[in-house]
């Protein structure tokens, strides 16, 4: 066998550095070689390759949805999760549907369609995102609305610039927790639960993790794993994270980031291809604090690939 990691064509630095990182891991475990993701890679790819996907493509292109599909069509073994947890998970209003009809809590929330709001929009205060991005994109200090008219001009507003459903989510101020999943079928590992605390922000600063807190406030931002909860609320979290990993059919790798309430935890996001930077990414800062290293991090992400194929 050999392992292909799918990369961008020009990946920012941090995908950059985790391709890199990745191949560095599993030269040692079998043939590796790094691909652009291109239209010539069906010519190129072996009957037994097995992709390791770290592209992401462009906006709305839900390219990560689309290697799954195309590797389940060729046949070929692929690390990560399959289409159907992507497109899920990609779309944060079907992402709620999902897990709310299986009795997963999840912040009430209605969308906007560019024309109409779909659903009830719950009782302020409210946050306005837009319902397919990531890394904070759309999510700003505007985002936090106190009465509901205020969330509709937003959403209007959000909808033009970024062409796409915004959704109008209850605001949940409690504890921002992100859980990060490894394993398939019922061999899960829960890895310990990371607490995202914004309160040494400077004032002004919104205290959730939009766009800006993301890129600028990082050195500000404290990262406690494992987060401080009480045995209660870490068993539902750890529950909530294990039921979210298996009506998504997750497999391989998978966050969850939640947001507490109340002291009941919320699903706020599925992240279906979580990042694997070294140095930056939430999941191996978790597995750090488990005092384990990042070889064995990615060699937990591959193992089940390695048993399909035998080796
Ligand atoms: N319903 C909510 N209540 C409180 N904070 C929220 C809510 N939805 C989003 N946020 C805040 O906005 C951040 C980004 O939202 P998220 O949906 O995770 O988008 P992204 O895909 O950009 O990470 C979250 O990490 C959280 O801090
Ligand atoms: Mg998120």
Known sequence: MRFVILKDISPEAARDRTVKAVFDVLKNIAE????????????????DDAAFNLAIGKRHDFLQG?????????????VGSPAYTHYVCLDKFTTKSLLNSYGIPTPPGALFNGNDFVGDIPTPPLIVKPVAEGSGIGVDSDSLCDNVERA??????KFEKFGEPIMIEKYLSGTELTIGILGYGSELKILPPLEIDFSDLPRGVERFYSQRVKEEYASQTIYRCPANLGEKIYNDVINIAKKTFEVTKARDYLRVDMRLDGGQPYVIEVNSMPGLDPQNSDIPKMVRAMSKD??????????????TLGV
């Open 32 to 47: 590796t070689q790094i691909m652009d993701f291109d239209i010539s890679l069906m010519q190129k790819l072996r009957k």
């Open 66 to 78: 689309a290697i799954s599909a195309i590797m389940e069509w060729m046949g070929n073994e692929f």
């Open 152 to 157: 509709k001009e937003t959403a209007k507003r």
């Open 294 to 307: 990042y070889n064995w991090l990615i060699k937990s992400i591959v193992k089940r690939s390695l048993q």
